[in-house]
């Protein structure tokens, strides 16, 4: 008695419902990876939009350039660099570790605002002084500072190192972003880093 053959495995899913089914999942897959791709994009945006108008280049005190013919990445740590941050009355302003990219490892997280959510802020006095070292021998090329109220970014001035907190009492956001480049093409990155941080500013005594 001849055996009956079993219908190919492509017919057996061939139907138009479990086209349709399909086709609805990849499409929901690729829309997701879209909107984190944009979502990427945006916030990188901004901080270089932000950063192009910028015109302040960021001064750190006591950096020793580097001798001629020395690369400046023999010069850079091999760790990621730790902003140390405080006040002129000396208080310590802890930072939230953002994106970056260093020692050919790079590393993405969320927004500013969305890093500081649930972050106590240090309270400082109004239009405190305060300085940002980023603890290496070679100054960035590119620093970046900027303060956000409302939700929208504004740039902050610095100089050698320093700038001075906002003049309105209440919590102030603040997001930096730093990067070393290659001495001989200022377009090569040798690495870059950014950190957030909040301050609960409280008038003067």
């Given amino acids: 008695m001849p055996s009956?053959?079993?219908p190919p495995i492509a017919e057996q899913h061939s139907s138009p419902a479990f086209r349709m089914e399909y086709i609805?999942?990849?499409?929901?897959?690729?829309?997701?990876?879209s909107v984190r791709v944009w979502t990427t994009l945006m916030l990188l945006g901004s901080v270089f939009l932000l950063s192009g108008c910028n015109t302040n280049q960021?001064?750190?005190n006591n950096?020793?350039?580097?001798?001629?013919g020395t690369s400046l990445r023999n010069n850079l740590p091999t760790e990621l660099p730790k902003p140390i941050i405080q006040s002129v009355s000396g208080s310590p302003i802890p930072t939230v570790q953002g994106s970056y990219c260093w020692e050919g490892l790079c590393v993405d997280y969320a927004g500013i605002l969305e890093l500081l959510e649930g972050i106590t802020p240090v309270t400082l006095l109004v239009g405190e002084d305060v300085s940002i070292d980023m603890g290496t021998d070679v100054a960035p090329d590119e620093f970046n500072l900027v303060e956000y109220v409302d939700g929208k970014a504004h740039?902050?001035?610095l100089t050698a190192g320093s700038f001075q907190l906002a003049q309105e009492t209440g919590i102030h956001y603040y997001g930096a972003f730093a990067r070393w480049s290659s001495p001989t093409d200022s377009n090569v990155s040798l690495g870059d880093t950014s950190f957030a941080f909040a301050v609960h500013l409280v008038e003067k005594k």
């Fill in 24 to 33: 609805g999942e990849v499409f929901e897959i690729n829309f997701i990876h």
């Fill in 63 to 68: 950096v020793e350039n580097s001798p001629s």
């Fill in 58 to 60: 960021y001064n750190m």
């Fill in 155 to 157: 740039s902050v001035s």
């Fill in 4 to 6: 009956t053959p079993c």
